[in-house]
């Protein structure tokens, strides 16, 4: 079974509509992401949490919110949708780093691809 | 600030030809780097990391990395190229040493028989 997995694997909706993107992880890992990737653009970080209790904005963080139900659980919400939030999207996990800030290898999720009309 | 640039958008190579993915970093210090891979339909697995040391670390795959302060560049090789390695390839830096990624733009590697 994968270690992050995330659903739905694709959604299409409407300008308007509230979509939850969901990520769940068993590796036990505290820190948890959210990126969007564009093409041409790269993975940008949207919110990330180093544990239930931290909620933090990230670079593009406009538009979305996030809620950390468990540490194995980190949901993304996009609250009225745009068809500029079309995107691909990857939940990330990491553990804390033991060798300093900035070292952890981080374990990304099978994406999940969002289309708004 | 930091950034991370990846010159090739797009770089087609034959199957066993060498390969060689640029990437160049802007940081003030020497910074801790590192290449993810992006297979078709799939999320990014890391490939090698660098924080320290030898300046030339393995990778999983067959894959190395260089680092040379003097050119601000970590690039990937791989000697000979099997057409499972086509996917995206994004390097990455730490902004300022915290645990948030700092992707480069990617580029595609197409391996043709």
């Known amino acids: 079974d994968a270690d992050v997995t995330q659903t739905p694997r694709n959604r299409i909706t409407k300008t308007g509509k509230r979509i939850m993107l969901e990520c769940s992880q068993t590796?036990?890992?505290?820190?948890m992401y959210w990126y969007r990737q564009d093409p041409g653009l790269g993975l940008r970080l949207i919110y990330y949490s180093f544990d239930v209790k931290d909620i933090n904005k990230g670079e593009i963080s406009d538009g979305y919110s996030v809620s950390r139900q468990a540490q194995a659980k980190f949901s993304l919400s996009l609250e009225s949708a745009i068809p500029n939030q079309t995107a691909l999207y990857f939940c990330?996990?990491?553990?804390?780093?033991?060798?300093?800030?900035?070292?952890?290898?981080?374990?990304f999720g099978p994406g999940t691809r969002l289309t708004v009309l | 600030a930091q950034s991370v640039t990846q010159p090739d958008i797009h770089i087609t190579v034959s199957e066993g030809a060498s390969l060689e993915l640029r990437c160049n970093y802007s940081y003030g210090a020497t910074p801790y780097l590192f290449w993810y891979v992006q297979s078709p339909g799939q999320g990014l697995q890391l490939l090698l990391k660098?924080?320290?040391?030898?300046?030339l670390v393995q990778g999983i795959k067959g894959f190395e990395a260089e680092f040379k302060r003097s050119q601000s560049s970590f690039n990937l090789r791989k000697p000979s190229v099997h057409w499972s390695d086509a996917a995206e390839y994004f390097c990455a830096v730490p902004y300022y040493n915290t645990d948030k990624l700092i992707f480069g733009t990617g580029t595609r590697l197409q391996v043709f028989p």
């Open positions: 590796k036990g890992h505290d820190r």
């Open positions: 660098y924080f320290s040391g030898d300046t």
């Open positions: 990330a996990t990491s553990d804390s780093p033991g060798q300093g800030a900035g070292t952890d290898t981080q374990y």
